[in-house]
């Protein structure tokens, strides 16, 4: 698991909803914050899940010697960077049920989790591997189920997030028939080879025809650009054609930097991990949802474990299964036929909801929905005490960690 380190000043936008600065202990003292990307990915993932308005960070990392004054073990999660105490806004400006909270948190595979006050408002979370831990703190500090659905007496449907089907074209399929694509029941979503190189000429000769056709369909879209940089500057060079060609248009799927030449693989992990960085924080920059296409093999060995944990992952792998051990939006498993498209066309499977993630976030061409002001949470004080309920909250989830 990588656990990344950020100067406390850091405003390092994280993801589309989380910041570094969100995490940072709150011992007063200027120190570094430890942020594990796979609890920004699984906060991401809650934050779809819920359609959340936001998700404050009440609790992120904390230093040692806070964790031991507000009650700790001085080595828990919250110690580790892999903790969040969290509070989950709905669209109504509410704060969501921690009872809904904790249930959705167990669906998407977090390793701890808690609800933390009597008020249900607030949320402990940790993706700690090896066991998992579902606690409710106004019960004690133990593990008190092992299905937060019968706990609290909801009733978990039958639905669960889809796997969608998928495919990605460029000039090679020549003109789509998106129609009959369509018709098929096979495209729930389309990657569309924007260009590629550092020229606005290179253009895909099929980028306009099918970026109308998927938008007159109702087709969700994203993008990839196939890169020929050798160096950061040049990818950066691709990333600025790639935002001229892109202008105007809106996708709810990320932006890919396609990285599969093997002279650029010559060049070793350090070279194209700069390149995947430059590329796709020159898109981030500009408003975009950037992401990372690459084959197992050469994502493990040609890129950074922080780099590819850093963006999203769109993963090439043709074994009949996805043998990446990081994190992976999008599996582009193998070739077929669709109907629509003459010889084999690439197919993919996504499983993250990058559409509610991108429109909510207003990235990619659409604009952020404004909200009114959302009244912060108000704590239901406990009884028989002159403690701050700041002080109160703080050492009921540092307890959590106690027994860890």
Known sequence: MAILTYKFDDQTQLSPHFNAREFRCQCGKTHETLIASKLVDKLEQLYSTLNCSKIIVTSGYRCPE????????????????????????????Q??????????????????????????QYTHLDVRTGYRWLGDETKGNGTITDDFYKY?????????????KGIDVSYCQNEVDWDAAKASGLVDFAILRAGYGRETSQVDTQFERNYAACKRLGIPCGAFWYSYATSAAEARQEASVCLQVLQGKRFAYP??????????????????????EAFCSTLEQAGYYAGLYCSTFYLENYVTESVRNRYTVWCADYSGECGYSGDYGIWQKGCGTISGINGDVDLDECYIDYPTIIKNAGLNGFTKATQPPEPEPTPTPEPDTEESTLQQILKHVASLDAKL
């Open 152 to 164: 609290f007496g909801i009733k978990k449907t039958t639905e669960t997030t889809s796997v969608l």
């Open 255 to 276: 932006i890919y930097f396609d990285l599969e030449e093997k002279k650029q693989f010559a060049l070793g992990k350090q070279v194209c991990s700069e390149m995947v």
């Open 66 to 93: 806070h964790d031991k004054a507000v009650g700790g073990t001085s080595s828990g999660q919250h110690t580790k960077g892999t903790a969040a105490d969290v509070c989950c806004y709905g669209q109504d400006g």
């Open 95 to 120: 704060p969501i049920s921690s009872k809904t909270v904790c249930c959705k948190a167990q669906d998407l595979g977090f390793g701890g989790i808690a609800n933390i006050t009597s008020s249900y």
